[in-house]
């Protein structure tokens, strides 16, 4: 059993070493990428909530570099940051 969870883990880090590398993901593997299920993501395409590609009308396509900003939309700024934010405005929106 120990060995089989050794090769899994060693899978898994060697499917992270492919993703690392490519540019273009397939449906699949974008949805291993973004750890979402295909159901889910296959909505968002449908919606065009997320940035993909159709070549030939049927496969889907994603370009990694569009996954990673479509992640980082919409951030949630820590207290810190909003209070940083804050002085700054009222510093430089002193009359």
Same mark, same amino acid.
């Given at each position: 059993m120990c060995k089989n969870k050794s090769i899994?883990?060693?899978i898994?880090? &060697?499917e992270a070493l492919v993703y690392a590398t490519k540019n273009v993901l397939s449906f699949d593997e974008a949805s291993k990428y973004l750890n979402l299920s295909k159901s889910? &993501?296959?909505k968002l395409t449908s919606a065009q909530q997320i940035p993909h590609y159709k070549p030939q009308g049927k496969m889907i396509?994603?370009?990694k570099d569009a996954l990673d900003a479509w992640l980082r939309q919409n951030p949630v700024k820590t207290q810190a940051q909003i209070s940083q934010e804050a002085s700054h405005?009222?510093?430089t929106h002193q009359k």
């Open positions: 899994e883990q060693r898994e880090e &060697l889910y &993501l296959y396509y994603f370009e405005y009222i510093m």
